[in-house]
């Protein structure tokens, strides 16, 4: 019990602590985050095979500073590439929360948006902003390789006027979204989930 | 006491290797994107991924070792730094020692180490346990390759072993140093973590190795160091190999083509295995650096 | 009056007599720690005085005159031995629970500094074995099968010393070093000993010494000594009694040097005795630093460490330039310093948490941090970081080595530190990092005696790696010359130059720019290790996410060829067949039947009656 107590602490951590203002540099910051994003790149349902033409010689993302990183601490979009299971959500909601602030999530298709062809589908999320909030989605199933970098200008553009507040909006409503996912998942999901895998390991 | 023209010019190097340091690592990116048919990025990118890093507004910490990791590498970077004579700026390199500097070189490994290790990740794990075994395949090679140049110039000091390549002719023009300079482009690939040696970091194996806990600061602090390091390990190279250079503008040309070099033989090889790159590293490397050495002595 | 000498020699005994046989619980390791600091106290107050007039006394027993001298040499390892010894008292005052334990451990120190002071072949050999034996006691007391085989090799290493200080007593008819390197002196010149006798005095200095040193092949006692032993003893052990082997080393430099030079002559301008001194040094480096990178026991990594940085001073001593004796001398007092102070932490960490493998710790650091930063000293001294003490000695054997032209030697050097690296940073991670395993969840600091024996050790890690000038301008006495120029802060060889303090000003410049962009950027937050990427997995604490085992394998692997063989199983084997044949002689001869038994008399008698006996 108390180890489910200090996995709640931790994961409420993610919301409770101050966030660095800068005052001098901070336009200076600003520009540099719309000018660098880097993917964390966790490829799910069938949008991920949109990302290699984006990568390569084709539309070469990197031309605007957006480079694919492993490592979630170091980055700043998140692409969901399609249809969310809610096994997929639960590793989307841990690794968001591992992204440090500011962070921006950015849909593929309409999965994300409604369900899309899995609308009736009994283990589809269908409407992704209820658990963890999107900045941009972008409609389509598939959307090409344009509309995906359609999207990233859109979220470029919004990081530029300030409106890109996804991170912002997952601190203040933090309740609404924790309630969501634990209606989903069950109270302690990641406790469970973790559990789940022990017996594997 | 104190001497201003000397403080002055260390914060001059400093602030131009930092810049120049992106900007390598910039001509990397871009030059890569090139060969790949790509536009690439534009060539200050590093800067901005860099201060977009900095300005991150949230930091996370695993403990104390986590937070000096960074700290210690970059420390350490413009302590080697400091020790390489830049051109015409001598800075602290009158008592520059060749082995003193190859061991500067050597400390900011060990503060990306402390701090990955103390993350806790095993990821992180895998990745210092790469990076060491890396360090000892490339150790002997690079070790003889070094004494083969300080046997052949009869000096430890990179000031003295400047001095003589300018009126003596560049340290590749003799044979035997040819041989180590082989050698040493060689380690010098996995000094600077490219392909084919590229294992410590392994984006797509081990997601980023020792950084994937790094975030924010601590990240762009690494870049920074990881800048540095460019400038000090090209630079170090053009001294001992390339005649060093009487002004920046010449030092710069000698450590793009260093540069150059380093990114063509990364852009056409895949990546070893760790056994592999120790077992390569004991093959070839080292025949050829024990032949420079013989022919040396 | 009672000489000094006599009471730096043997007050660490008769401490450790009178704790063994009062046996009181607090006063024994009051008295053993007086005991072990009278030396070094006595010692730093002889200081001034011995570089100008060496204190010389001198026992007579039984028609040997047994001859004591503290002069430059003797001091500084002396010294060094001291300050470990305290060091090991302090410690020991936690970690021992015996006054069996105290008894041995402060004979050995005696035996330690009897080998130092000795100017004859009497005393030396006596106090030899005095270490000897009170070194095995302590071993035998934990695990029989490691002393055995300390023993074994220690007794070789004895019978080759006795036997070789037979024949130069046969051969020069003296016992006391400054006539017995006269003796030697002239005959130089004359060759009355032939080429083929030196070699096999030579040879046999080389086994004796070479198994104190544990240098390659001799080497095997020394992990299973070295770990089976209380950990505090073991900072002495290994810290101090090596170093025996290495001032035997330097003794035949003294000694013999000009006759072997005579005898040899020179092998590509390399003195001969000198180049196979330098390569079993070599060898002994590359060797043990691979075992020790492969080892997953804490107390066996750094014996093997211990020696292949003892194979360090080997190599040094080997180069047969002043510069490698001076890097030589260096390297004994800052593995004397790193290792002793490794030593030390190890045993805090086996007195606090009782385990020794890997695969059962991590994440300490937070629970011992004053240990957790006496080891990091000691990590990065070992690793060579400048500027620590480890790094001067290292940098000064790299320039003699080099400037010796011996490429392929000063090679083992850069691939033995590059394995130093990696071991020392496999014991951080496994100890201090990562994930702590939920059964040490209460473990505490060390206590306090432990945590100042490690200060003593790692305060002169951090001076003499600032100021290496203090050492290498004693050196320069010893060795009776400029051999490393420079001042306090600043090394000077004729090829190099190493400014230690410059270095510290830069590292400290570096690390306040880094530190100021640390302290701009976001506030941290602690998270706990469980809040960590697992490509997007909740864990838990019962996750196991440090790599315990095998955590070089892929090292392992590119080696397996190399690792079949062991010169452990190769002794073992020896072993082995030594016992099946007596066995098999047993067996043969003593079957039981008395006629068998009638007809050996009989064939003996016979032979006696041919050879004229009867």
Not at chain 3, 484 to 513: C, E, F, H, R, S
């Amino acid at each position: 019990m108390s180890e489910m107590k200090e996995m709640r602490n931790e994961n409420d951590g993610v919301i409770s602590y101050e966030l660095q203002e800068f005052k001098l540099f901070e336009p200076l910051f600003k520009w540099a985050r719309k000018k660098s994003l880097w993917i964390v790149a966790f490829c799910t349902g069938c949008g991920g095979i949109e990302m290699p033409p984006l990568a390569t010689a084709r539309y070469d993302f990197e031309r605007f500073g957006i480079m694919p990183n492993p490592a979630p601490r170091m980055g700043d979009l998140f692409l969901i590439t399609g249809y969310v299971t809610p096994k997929t959500l639960k590793r989307i909601i841990i690794t968001y929360e591992m992204m440090q602030d500011p962070k921006y999530i950015l849909a593929h298709g309409s999965c994300p948006i409604n369900g899309g062809v899995y609308w009736d589908s009994y283990n589809v999320v269908k409407q992704l902003d209820k658990y963890i909030p999107i900045d941009v989605a972008i409609a389509g199933c598939m959307p090409r390789a344009e509309a995906v970098m359609d999207g990233i200008m859109e979220i470029m553009r919004k990081i530029e006027d300030g409106t890109a507040d996804g991170w912002k909006r997952y601190r203040e409503n933090y309740e609404y979204y924790r309630k969501n996912q634990d209606e989903l998942f069950g109270e302690g999901w990641r406790e469970k989930d973790a559990r789940r895998w022990l017996a594997w390991i | 006491m104190i001497d201003w023209k000397l403080v002055l010019e260390v914060i001059g190097i400093l602030i131009y290797a930092t810049f120049m340091g992106f900007i390598f690592m910039g001509i990397e990116r871009k030059a890569m994107a090139r060969i790949q048919r790509r536009v690439g990025p534009p060539i200050y990118q590093p800067i901005i991924d860099t201060l977009k890093l900095l300005g991150k507004k949230e930091s996370v910490s695993h403990g104390f070792i986590y937070d000096f990791g960074p700290v210690f590498a970059m420390g350490a970077s413009i302590a080697a730094l400091l020790f390489i004579p830049i051109a015409n700026f001598q800075l602290f390199s009158s008592n520059a020692d060749l082995i003193v500097v190859a061991y500067l070189l050597e400390i900011p490994m060990l503060g990306i180490m402390l701090g990955a290790m103390s993350s806790g990740n095993p990821y992180s794990a895998l990745g210092v346990q790469r990076g060491l075994l890396t360090m000892v395949a490339m150790q002997l090679p690079y070790g003889l390759a070094l004494i083969a140049l300080i046997q052949h110039w009869g000096t430890f000091k990179l000031s003295e072993i400047v001095a003589l390549q300018q009126t003596q002719g560049w340290s590749i023009l003799v044979p035997a140093l040819f041989v180590a300079m082989i050698v040493f482009d060689i380690v010098f690939q996995a000094m600077l973590g490219l392909e084919p040696f590229d294992i410590v970091s392994a984006p797509a194996e081990i997601s980023m190795g020792p950084m994937v806990e790094y975030g924010g600061k601590h990240a762009a602090l690494l870049f920074t160091q990881h800048a540095i390091q460019l400038f000090a390990e090209t630079a170090f190279f053009a001294v001992l190999f390339l005649g060093g250079a009487s002004n920046l503008l010449e030092l710069l040309i000698k450590q793009i083509a260093v540069l150059f070099i380093a990114i063509f033989v990364a852009s056409i090889y895949p990546r070893f295995t760790i056994d592999q790159a120790a077992k390569f590293f004991w093959k070839w490397p080292t025949i050829l650096g024990i032949i420079a050495v013989l022919l040396t002595v | 009056m009672i000489n000094e000498l006599m009471i730096i020699l043997f007050a660490p005994l008769i401490a450790g007599v009178v704790a063994w046989a009062l046996d009181i619980k607090g006063i024994r390791e009051a008295i053993g720690i007086i005991g072990a600091a009278i030396p070094l106290a006595y010692l730093v107050k002889l200081y001034p005085t011995i570089i100008e007039n060496p204190i010389d006394y001198s026992i007579t027993v039984s028609g040997f005159t047994l001859q004591f001298q503290l002069n430059t040499m003797s001091w500084y390892f002396a010294a060094v031995a001291s300050l470990v010894g305290l060091a090991m008292a302090f410690g020991m005052a936690v970690t021992s629970r015996e006054s069996y334990d105290w008894l041995f451990a402060l004979m050995s120190f005696t035996g330690v500094l009897g080998v130092f002071l000795s100017q004859d072949f009497v005393g030396f050999f006596l106090l030899w074995e005095l270490m000897t034996f009170a070194s095995f006691m302590m071993v035998l007391r934990r695990n029989r099968h490691e002393s055995l085989k300390y023993f074994v090799l220690s007794v070789i290493g004895a019978y080759a010393m006795l036997i070789a200080i037979g024949m130069l007593y046969a051969k020069t008819g003296a016992l006391d070093f400054a006539s017995i390197r006269q003796v030697l002196y002239m005959d130089a010149a004359m060759g009355t000993i032939t080429t083929r006798e030196t070699a096999i005095i030579f040879g046999l200095f080389l086994t004796a010494f070479g198994v104190k040193a544990g240098a390659v092949p001799l080497h095997v006692w020394a992990p299973g000594a070295y770990s089976e032993t209380d950990q505090s003893y073991t900072a002495f052990f290994s810290g101090a009694l090596s170093k025996a082997g290495a001032y035997g080393f330097l003794l035949l430099y003294i000694l013999m040097g000009y006759k072997l030079y005579a005898a040899f002559g020179t092998f590509h301008n390399h003195l001969t005795f000198a180049y196979i001194i330098a390569w079993i040094g070599a060898i002994t480096v590359v060797v043990a630093s691979f075992l020790a990178v492969l080892q997953e026991d804490i107390r066996k990594l750094f014996a093997y460490s211990s020696v292949g940085q003892v194979g360090y001073i080997l190599l040094a001593f080997g180069l047969g330039s002043t510069l490698g004796f001076a890097g030589g001398l260096f390297h004994v007092l800052s593995h004397a310093i790193f290792k002793g102070l490794f030593w030390l932490v190890t045993a805090a960490i086996i007195l606090q948490t009782g385990k020794t493998q890997f695969k059962d710790m991590g994440g300490l650091a937070e629970k011992m941090p004053f240990t957790f930063a006496m080891g990091l000293i000691a990590v990065l001294s070992l690793a060579g970081i400048p500027p620590m003490a480890g790094f001067a000695s290292k940098w000064l054997i790299y320039e003699a080595a080099i400037s010796a032209h011996m490429p392929l030697v000063a090679g083992a050097i850069f691939l033995g530190s590059a394995l130093a690296f990696a071991y020392v940073v496999r014991f951080l991670y496994a100890v201090w990092f990562g994930q702590r395993p939920s059964d040490l969840e209460d473990v505490k600091e060390a206590p306090l005696p432990l945590l100042i024996a490690m200060a003593l050790l790692a305060i002169p890690n951090l001076v003499f790696g600032v100021a290496p000038g203090l050492v290498t301008q004693y050196i320069n006495k010893i060795l009776g010359g400029e051999v490393v120029g420079g001042d306090y802060y600043k090394l000077v060889t004729p090829t190099g130059t190493y400014n230690a303090l410059l270095v510290t000003i830069a590292l400290v410049i570096g690390l306040a720019i880094a530190g100021l962009v640390y302290i701009y950027g976001a506030k941290t937050r602690k998270i706990p290790v469980t809040n960590t990427y697992q490509s997007g997995n909740p864990v838990t604490e019962e996750f196991n996410l440090s790599i315990r085992r095998n955590f070089y394998k892929p090292l392992a692997e590119a080696l397996e060829f190399w690792l079949k063989y062991s010169w452990d199983r190769f002794y073992e084997r020896v072993a082995g067949m030594a016992e099946d044949f007596a066995d098999s002689l047993r067996q043969a001869f003593y079957n039981g039947n008395v006629q068998s038994y009638s007809w050996y008399l009989a064939i003996v008698l016979l032979i006696l009656a041919l050879w004229g006996v009867l």
